[in-house]
């Protein structure tokens, strides 16, 4: 059974090594950026939990519409933001294709209709586009470099119903 659970201290080696596993085209970000995420929001930072081994983690926190926070850079806090992006997504090869990303997106979506939120978004790399485009999301135009995501990253939105 997969449980999907928010993010403890003890979780990190494995999220890493999670991470380590699945960005080719970037160079991961340290701990310590990836923890700044957690901190500033906690509720909206998770893992996927399956025999007590984690299998996948989701780092999301509020952010304004329109925009895309730096990769490599700490957060010190989150702005006031009626939306949330989703910095970072990633699943174990071992537990790929069983639809453990549509479990994680719709626990943050059920977070984000009880918190009055009004949009996702994210930067989709290394081909990721078609599977957010399965989740609703569409390419948006954002007026900001994006060269540190890597080849080819693309802004994308999910508008959220009223």
């Not at 403890?8 to 380590?20: F, G, M, P």
């Not at 310590?32 to 989701?58: D, F, P, R």
Request: aromatic share 10%; hydrophobic share 45%.
């Amino acid at each position: 059974m997969i449980i999907i659970r928010e993010i403890i201290a003890c979780d990190w080696q494995a999220i890493l090594h999670i991470q380590a596993e699945s960005y080719s085209e970037i160079e991961p970000e340290s701990v310590h950026v990836l923890q700044s995420k957690w901190l500033v929001s906690t509720e909206t930072c998770i893992v996927a939990e399956e025999n007590q081994q984690i299998i996948a983690y989701c780092l999301a926190h509020p952010w304004d519409k329109n925009s895309a926070p730096p990769l490599f850079t700490a957060l010190t806090h989150c702005p006031t933001a009626t939306g949330l992006f989703i910095h970072d997504l990633a699943i174990s090869p071992i537990a790929r294709g069983r639809g453990i990303g549509r479990m994680i997106f719709d626990y943050l979506s059920d977070y984000a209709v009880k918190n009055n939120m009004h949009f996702f978004s994210l930067v989709a790399i290394q081909n990721a586009t078609h599977f957010w485009k399965k989740l609703g999301f569409q390419p948006a135009t954002l007026n900001k470099s994006l060269h540190s995501y890597g080849k080819n990253p693309v802004y994308m939105q999910l508008i959220l119903q009223a």
